[in-house]
């Protein structure tokens, strides 16, 4: 669509460095001054000591904590060291995708250190400093979901499982395939809506269409499934269409709040996260709006413990306007309207697994993915992938699945046995 | 102690009638006017309309809604009725207690009737008017906590299980007895907090020790478990010396606010509708306080969908100083000090079929109970446990239990199927 289609795609390119810092070697730049050293240890400090070893410009290392560092940074002149320290996330996603600043051993292991310590209060401060310009407007929300999920269907086939399911998977055991686990999510989340055959289904947020084709083949529903993403739909419609779904299941190109009719069962995984707080009660508002009195709801998020927004330079760079909420937060959504929670389960260790899955096949087609786009892509999205999975992996993200229905419906299923036979 | 036993312990006789209003017969006083069956009709109307019947002194009869009602209540005098009207739950529950109102048919249905049907706006404030004066302060908990608690072991074996379990139950089946569901419940509790033999458990609020003493039996823990329920802490210590168990399971009269030590799991089932949400943070505080980086924790509380004090009449006579949480509300003892909440179950339709059994075992055991208290006392406890039921099953309350962990603690159950083994 024309408005859509002059919105860059890239990762635009910030922040470069003056010529002269790496290009002359002048005494005045590569020399490490004892401010450099004592503003990097106090920076470190007030990150919560973490286990890392910053190489500075002139080969030296200075380290945190005590302990053996997972990995090292190489941070290539001053100006980086004090843009680091002033937006450590944003100047870290930024000097890593330009390339200036470089890590040595495991990218993951080393965000993994940075995640596991608390940081100062000033810390965080520094760290919750920067505002979230992308609004979830109508059109806002459009131009925030055509960044991520329209950068082509070539693009995520790379990587992604071959239903191209982009959400946590759940895995039975952790030595599950992404294919299996991602088949067994879609049997979790049907078996937690309890769908009867017959039932009609709206999805808000569909992806590819994987959940809508699964729930009609495999539980016998009807399904009108919603998305703004015009890459994703125009896959799902001819997925239905081959898998001769196409009767069962609509996809509709448009917004979660223009949701119209009534439904047995609402179903949302993987899109609150792009709601935005400010469009909770929206999106309640829908709901209440489409489940009758036996209706019942699901909600698949990514969350916090407790509220911060993502990362600066994911939110800048990978997910505009996207903010993981807290259970509390959640709620927003549903105690205006009265409903019922009756189960939430926090799938985070199955994320980070999903996502180390997503991490080494983007890595094996990281060529190609550079032929595709280029190499400061390349290293924005292995920072986005292994910074996710670091984030999981150590508690800093959550995994929430939330199942709810309206306060008078007593047909819920007795115990959650059913989810484990 | 001294201070305590001034509460009075019974429930005290309120708004009597005049006497005229009964002894005499004058038509100005048993005429029914047009006024009062104007008013009764709007009000019903601002109920719900309710599928109720209500007869008014003449024997007349007055039905607000088309549906066949569930049963009937007997209004003796206009003063009832107006008090009534203006005070609908502290009204319903005093004339009941009195024996002034009575119920034809099942006393159940007619509160699920009442239960069942959306109040008005205007009405809702109504109910929500009677201010909650009863205080969570280290003194005024034990006030709040022996008025309930310390009405006789004596009394609350006529009705509850052998092990004297004063919370939801959890029925593998419906059919399951209640001494069964009660060990089941235990058991489920323990699953979920993930109990590792030698592992150290503090657990507030632990009634007659039931839980303390199942986990230390089954599960080879050490329990300190606390409570400021005179009468049940020696219960529970006497129990402890019976089974043996008195050098592993400590049962400690004090407050949850003066729990000290560091323990592997925290546990807490029945107490957080006793806490108040201005003690929220404190809890909380406790928590954090005593759960090292591995630690785990349980919350099992009566629950709302939306924030709503519990019934006027249930505050003031049943369990004075309670509140029932929203998740959202409850996410203010674990979201402040960063805690994972991995799992929420609701037990709403299992509290119910608990109360159903009590509700039962009370009636058989009415005459006795009488004997102890007085008949005032018995329709008390019959409205409570009736009103209950109809509140779960209805899902006016329900029935949360929510475990959580530390955020870095990864050695978490890998998914819920080891609840169902």
Redesign the interface.
Do not use: C, K
């Given at each position: 669509m024309s408005t859509e289609s002059r919105i860059p795609l890239f990762i635009p390119e910030v922040a470069a460095p003056a010529a002269g810092d790496r290009k002359l070697g002048s005494a005045r730049l590569t020399r490490v001054s004892s401010a450099d050293r004592w503003l990097l240890r106090a920076f470190l400090r007030a990150m919560g000591s973490p286990a890392v070893r910053v190489v500075l410009w002139n080969g030296e290392s200075v380290c945190a904590a005590g302990a053996p560092a997972a990995a090292a940074v190489q941070v290539p002149d001053r100006r980086t060291l004090l843009r680091l320290m002033s937006h450590p996330e944003l100047a870290f996603g930024e000097a890593y995708t330009d390339g200036r600043l470089r890590v040595d051993g495991d990218l993951v292991e080393l965000l993994e250190a940075l995640y596991?310590v608390p940081v100062s209060p000033w810390a965080e401060r520094l760290l919750r400093r920067p505002p979230r310009p992308h609004a979830n407007t109508l059109r806002g929300s459009r131009h925030n979901i055509h960044r991520h999920y329209d950068l082509g269907n070539d693009f995520y086939r790379l990587w992604l499982d071959a239903r191209l399911v982009y959400t946590c998977a759940y895995?039975?055991?952790?030595a599950v395939s992404l294919e299996d686990a991602q088949l067994a999510k879609m049997e979790h989340v049907c078996r937690k809506v309890g769908l009867q055959a017959g039932e009609r289904v709206v999805e808000a947020g569909c992806g590819w269409g994987a959940l809508a084709l699964y729930m009609a083949r495999q539980h016998g529903v009807s399904v009108r499934a919603f998305n703004i993403s015009t890459e994703q739909i125009a896959y799902a419609r001819a997925q239905a269409q081959k898998e001769g779904l196409a009767g069962r299941v609509e996809f509709i190109e448009d917004d979660y709040r223009n949701v119209s009719g009534q439904y047995d069962a609402f179903v949302s995984v993987g899109m609150l996260e792009h709601v935005g707080m400010d469009h909770y009660r929206d999106l309640g508002r829908v709901i209440d709006r489409c489940l009758p009195a036996h209706g019942r709801g699901f909600l698949h998020t990514i969350g916090r413990?407790?509220?911060l927004a993502f990362n600066a330079w994911t939110e800048k760079y990978i997910f505009p306007g996207a903010y993981p909420p807290?259970?509390?937060e959640m709620?927003?959504v549903?105690?205006?309207y009265?409903?019922?929670?009756?189960?939430?389960?926090?799938l985070?260790?199955h994320y980070a697994t999903t996502l180390r899955h997503w991490l080494a096949r983007f890595e094996r087609a990281s060529d190609r993915v550079a032929s595709m786009f280029d190499d400061r892509f390349v290293r924005a999205w292995r920072l986005y992938l292994a910074g996710s999975v670091a984030a999981f992996?150590?508690?800093?993200l959550?995994l929430?699945q939330v199942s709810f229905a309206?306060?008078?419906?007593?047909a819920?299923p007795?115990?959650?046995?059913h989810?484990?036979q």
């Open positions: 596991r895995f039975p055991t952790p413990n407790r509220p807290t259970l509390r709620m927003d549903l105690e205006p009265s409903f019922s929670v009756l189960d939430v389960e926090n985070r260790l992996s150590t508690g800093s959550q929430f309206r306060p008078l419906h007593n819920i007795w115990t959650r046995a989810l484990y």
